[in-house]
Every structure is written in C-alpha cells, then in structure tokens.
C-alpha cells in the first residue's frame, strides 16, 4: 500500500520534479505536513479530490471578463456554462435570488458590497476585530476602516455574546447605512432575523459574512441569513470545503450593482478554473454526507469544548454552538502564542486570538482559537477529540517538560496513523 501511494505522489508531482524540483519539493513537505497536524485551525479545511481537480483543470487557462452570454472575449461559451452551473447551485444550495460566483476571496466579497452600496466616509456598524469580527470589518488598516466610517459592537462582559439591545441601542444612535452581522471567531449561533429587524428600524441595509458558518448553514443546521438580508458574502473554503475563494448571494434588487463592483468595479478576468471548483463544492454540499459531515462538525466541536472546560480551560461564551471555541487562557498563565507554539510542538495546529477585552496585544493574545471542520473531514468523532483534548491540556500545563512534549507528540502522530490524508496523492 504505501509502495502504492509514493508511486501515485511520484506521478503527481512527475512535471514538476522535472520542471522545479525545489517547488515540487516544498509541496511534498507541506502534504507531509498536512498528514502529520491534527488541523484544528477553524477557518481551514480538507478539500474534496473533485475540487482540488477541478481548481488544477485546463481552465485556468481561459480568459472571460465578463459574466455569461455577456464576455469581452471570445472563445467562452464552455466556461459560460461552467459558470452557470455554479450560480445555480448555489442559488439551490441557500434558496437565493441572485449570486456572484467571481470574487476571488471573503474579503473581495465584502469590498464588493461595500463599493456597491455604499459612498465613501459612510457610516457602519459591525463587529470588533477582537471580540470576534474581521479585518474587513473595519479594522483601521484595513481598506474598510480607511475608506468608511465604522462603528464597532462587541460582545457582553458577563456572557461573551452578542448584546442585541445594545447593538438597536447603537444603531439608533449612529443611524448607520449598512450594518455588517458576521464574525471570524464567534462560538455561539447568531439572531440574523434580530439584526433585521435592527436594520430595518433604522432605515440601513443588512449584510451578513457566513463565511465561517455557511458549510453549517447549507446543511440548515444554523439560522439562514439569506431570507432576512440584503447581502450575503461567504468564503468556500471553510466549512464549505470548497476552494480558497469567495461569493457574494444578495436580493434581486442589488443584483446590477454587485454584478457591476465586483466587474468592471474591482476584478479583471474571474479565474475560471476556481469557479469550477466552486461548482463541484456547491454539487458536494447538497448531499446527506455533507449535512451528515457538517452535524459532526456541531457534535465534535461541543465535545471537545466539554472536555477542556473539564479540564480547567475557560471558554469565551461558555461553549459553543458551532464549529469553533475560544479559549481565554488567562487563569493557566499561558498567553496566545504560547499555546499555538506549544501546540505545534506536539503536532496540533491552533491560532492565537485575541479574547474580548484582551489586554495583551496581537501579536501576542490571550486565547487561541480552536475548530473541527478539518478534523471532522479526516474522520475524527468523539473519541478521538477527547484524545485531542487530553494531548492540549497536557501540553498547556504550567508544569510539562520537554520530555513530556516529546511524548504528548507520539501519541499524537499515533492518533493520526488511523486517519490517512490525501491517499492518492
């Protein structure tokens, strides 16, 4: 079998060996990576063998500025229906009336709507960067903190959750013209039917990032943004499985605006071949296994929460409902990065992350964020997250040794022996 296996990754990487070797060699190191981490990294993912070859096809070399039966160049007829074939799908996959398929990533799809709808210096409302939101969000670096005017919710003291009261406190006092609902490291579920009606009291519109939660959303396992809103942006690659790419689902009434930012507005030529794979992963997303996958995501992510409160760890908002907890790791003495490099150590990858109303800066952070879609998709369940669970909370021990990380390192390259990644490769 594994004589088998190398002759297959032989293969693979044959024109590349030939054509790079140094590149072909990187790749390899990352595929042994890969194989060898227990990826608890919540914003990534395993793709499907379907994706990764639809992202490698031949159309990558096809030029199609423009959208269907609507091209500056010739020749497109095939990628026209390629194309099609993913709105479509994910039209079916949320119920939506209108979907952009060409973003070239999450962020792209939220400067999309925001070079849409709204004029320069406009006001909005959205989530803060450390209680949970994202860098476009507003964040002052960022070309959405540079170019509008935001105002930041965050989440209660007491609870670690969103305040809805005093987000309507705040967006009547703001009057802002588009309110942003969304996080990047939120463990609880999201009230979008109350950010509507928030919205709607004000006279703003509503725009919704799922990116993290659309692969639960699809599976209907999470309150649906898409009926309630007026913008949807997601990325594919997260609980989507799908490609490193980005969507934008909206109301028929934003439809020529949205179309119109994202081309001629910000983006050239759409990349062809990541749409395609952005088809299979809409098709993939459709299916029992997916929503069977995605529900064990949900039961994974709580018992993995369980069993390092357990063990001590506070968890922000006390659990979890999704697919992903946040771990403030002040009462063990153990900041952020600490924890990511202890973890690395023994073959678990983490992200530090800033906790709400963290003193320590970014770079440094006291919690980590932790997440199971990519564990999920390899096969683990229940068990093995307890095992996961034991390997952290040994290896964040004020008083573990070197020779003990050693240790906590075999049992973890012994839990991923069972578990083979990428066998064709």
Do not use: W
């Not at 199609?64 to 194309?83: F, L, M």
Request: with cysteine; proline share 5%.
């Amino acid at each position: 079998m594994k004589q088998a296996e190398s002759k297959t990754q032989a293969d693979f990487l044959a024109p590349l060996k030939v054509a790079d070797p140094e590149l072909a060699g990187l790749i390899k190191d990352e595929l042994k990576r890969q194989r060898h981490t227990v990826e608890l990294i919540a914003s990534e993912n395993f793709t499907s063998r379907a994706v990764l070859e639809a992202a490698s096809s031949i159309l990558t070399n096809k030029y199609a500025e423009g959208y269907p039966q609507a091209r500056y160049y010739g020749g497109c007829e095939v990628v026209d229906q390629v194309e099609t074939l993913a709105i479509d799908r994910c039209k079916a996959l949320f119920g939506a009336e209108h979907v952009n398929v060409q973003p070239h990533s999450g962020s792209s799809a939220n400067q999309a709507v925001y070079f849409a709808d709204l004029a320069l210096g406009d006001s909005v409302l959205a989530m803060k960067l450390d209680h949970g939101g994202h860098l476009s969000h507003g964040l002052k670096v960022n070309f959405s903190g540079r170019f509008y005017h935001f105002h930041s919710y965050g989440l209660d003291r007491e609870t670690g959750r969103l305040d809805y009261d005093e987000i309507e406190r705040l967006a009547k006092e703001l009057q802002p013209v588009l309110i942003v609902a969304g996080a990047s490291a939120y463990p609880r579920q999201i009230d979008f039917e109350r950010f509507a009606a928030i919205a709607k009291n004000v006279g703003a519109r509503l725009m919704v990032d799922m990116a993290h939660i659309a692969g639960l959303i699809g599976a209907g396992l999470h309150p649906d943004p898409v009926a309630p809103s007026d913008y949807v942006t997601t990325t594919t690659h997260k609980t989507l499985a799908g490609p490193r790419s980005g969507v934008i689902i909206c109301k028929g009434k934003h439809a020529t605006g949205i179309d119109k930012a994202i081309f001629p507005g910000l983006q050239g030529g759409p990349l062809m071949h990541i749409i395609a794979a952005k088809a299979a992963c809409f098709k993939l997303a459709d299916t029992p296994e997916f929503r069977e996958r995605q529900k064990q995501t949900i039961d994974n992510a709580a018992c993995l929460a369980r069993c390092l409160q357990d063990g001590g760890i506070n968890l922000v908002s006390g659990g979890t409902d999704n697919h992903l907890m946040l771990a403030d790791l002040t009462n063990i003495g153990v900041t952020g990065i600490e924890a990511e490099n202890r973890l690395e150590d023994v073959g678990i990858t983490v992200n530090k992350n800033a906790v709400p109303y963290d003193e320590l800066p970014p770079t440094v952070t006291s919690g980590i964020r932790l997440g199971t879609p990519a564990v999920t998709t390899r096969g683990f369940r229940e068990p093995e997250m307890e095992q996961i669970a034991e390997i952290i909370l040994a290896a964040l021990s004020p008083h573990v040794t070197a020779t003990e990380i050693q240790g906590l390192r075999k049992k973890t390259d012994k839990l991923l022996a069972g578990f083979p990644l990428y066998p064709h490769l």
